[in-house]
């Protein structure tokens, strides 16, 4: 019988949804699940977003250039600019969401077996396109303790090897919500320029920063022009997730180059989610603003609420809409199917994201869990509470 690849065999399961089957079987059972596994906003796509494909008049769903519309790299050009990141609409790759700016990323600058360096816990596909590419993840590890603070610049400099092209990190973080002070950044970028590597920061989640916080871009380094690779995304910033639009940006001309080969052999990003993405820019101020607002009362009930379960520890996120919590559990894996399968609270139950699928160090975040604070601020509380009661049933 013909078997499947070993690339294939090597692919991890998503921690975000290999809970599914047991989801589903909740559903069917009656049971409502406050779903805090998986960062789909509840917030409302920009309705200029919206108009723009309710009101269209296409007549023919025609192919775009493979790099995108000229006109959406232009608007996002100036959507960087407002960011005090100074690029041309050259620099920008359109792409099918951020996953595929990555993948596209990681085949221009790697070949088999090269490695490249990420702090974890790490968004866990980071570790499928990696796979997918044949490259190596090499992890330096942050913890708890530390809010998931980036890892002395010495850890970093002890894994580089000649292998070594390219350090990975998000900011702020997924699943962690850490945000990377300017200063980090600066350490980062002296590093890459001492070793001639690339440096990828994902940066998906720019806008959600908190408490007087500001996000510093790898874009504003300007000694970095030649090393810096942007992924980024209308996913969460627009909560237009299945839009699937994201963009890879970089002022080194090879790598726009070659990852054009890339997309030139996908043909082109969608186009009618395009027109969407293109139309969201023109989102108001207040859009951001109130969405802000919205993700800081809901870090802060999360957190709050956390702290007051008994042997729970939880790193408290800068940013993004993640947080990273430590259970008294050995194995939140287990746990977290024990929520869908078995417990429930007047038929209500809660789902997570183990934790572990978000490191590559083995054994590593066994008891953690990730929780997107995507509900509305009663849902979380009720969530919370579900937590509560379960963990205090829960027998490992």
Known sequence: MPVVSRKGNAMPESPIRKLVPFAE?????????????????????????????????????????????????????????????????????????????????????????????????????????????????????????????LPAIKEFEKLITSKTKAILICNPGN??????????????????????????????????????SEHYSILQEKELDEHAIVVDSVSKRYSMCGARIGCMVSKNKSVIKTAMKF????????????????????????????????????????????????GVKVGVPKGAFYCMAELPVKDADDFAKWLLDKFDLNNETVMLAPASGFYSSPNVGKNQVRIAYVLNRRDLKKAINILKLALEKYKD
């Open 25 to 149: 079987k909740a559903t069917k059972e009656g049971k409502h699940i406050y779903r805090l596994n998986i960062g789909q906003p509840d917030i409302k796509t920009p309705i200029e977003a919206i108009n723009a494909v309710r009101n269209n008049k296409l007549d023919i769903l025609a192919y775009s250039h493979s790099a995108g519309f000229e006109s959406f790299r232009k608007k996002l050009a100036g959507y960087y600019a407002k960011h005090d990141i100074t690029i041309s609409s050259d620099d920008i790759l359109v792409t099918t969401g951020g996953s595929e700016a990555l993948i596209f990323t990681m085949g221009s600058i790697t070949d088999p077996g090269d490695e490249i360096i990420v702090p974890e816990p790490f968004y866990a596909n980071y570790y499928s396109f990696s796979t997918q590419s044949t490259v190596t993840v090499v992890p330096v590890v942050s913890n708890i303790e530390s809010g998931f603070a």
């Open 175 to 212: 699943p962690t919500g850490y945000l990377y002070s300017k200063e980090e950044i600066k350490q980062l970028a002296e590093l890459a320029i001492k070793y001639d590597l690339f440096l990828i920061s994902d940066e998906v989640y720019r806008e959600f920063v908190y408490d007087g």
């Open 263 to 310: 997309a030139q052999a996908r043909l082109s990003p969608p186009t009618l989610a395009q027109i969407a993405s293109e139309a969201a820019l023109e989102a108001p101020d207040s859009y951001y603003k109130e969405t802000v607002a919205k993700y800081k009362l809901r870090r802060d009930t999360l957190v709050s609420g956390l702290k007051e379960i008994p």
